[in-house]
């Protein structure tokens, strides 16, 4: 996104990654949105951004290359349809903002979402909290990089369960 105010802000880019429940990849999806100049302009500024430099720009590069948010929405209805079926739990960290977003701009997929969701920010949590374990995941602070960094982020946490830990 441009920036975290789904009010303002906009989809950049979108990335699906289907999975089963051992969290192995079946098949991906990415798409990138285009999104106004002038918005980008706008919001894509301050600290975060300028931490972020290399995501910004490429972000910005590949915006001149990017389809309508209907013509995205659509690609991933027809992804959820070929490997979901009628409906789809949505996962990540900090998930509940990508579903903000989800729900302005492509109010299609946000139909097929559950309302159930798989954060594994709250994953995070607990186990930084409770357990003082921690997991590393690259900031890169893109799409799909940030979805392989959260299965395997899950995967990290699930071991402690699965092998009594």
Do not use: C
């Amino acid at each position: 996104m441009t920036g975290l105010e789904p009010e303002k802000d906009r989809i950049l880019e979108v990335a699906v990654i289907a999975t089963g429940w051992d969290l192995e990849p079946i098949a991906k999806y990415e798409g990138i949105v285009k999104v106004d100049d002038k918005l980008i302009e706008e919001r894509m500024v301050g600290e975060f951004w300028e931490k972020n430099k290399e995501s910004h720009d490429s972000l910005v590069s590949q915006n001149k290359n990017g389809k309508t948010v209907e013509e995205i929405q659509k690609e991933v209805l027809d992804f959820i349809k070929e490997y979901f079926g009628d409906e789809v739990i949505l996962a990540g960290n900090s998930i509940h903002q990508d579903r903000k977003f989800i729900d302005r701009e492509m109010p299609k997929v946000s139909e097929k979402l559950h309302y159930r969701m798989l954060d594994v920010s709250a994953w995070k949590i607990y186990f930084e909290g409770a357990l003082g374990k921690k997991f590393a995941k690259p900031d890169l602070h893109r799409a799909m990089s940030d979805i392989n960094g959260s299965i395997e982020e899950l995967k990290y946490y699930l071991g402690f369960i699965k092998n009594g830990r």
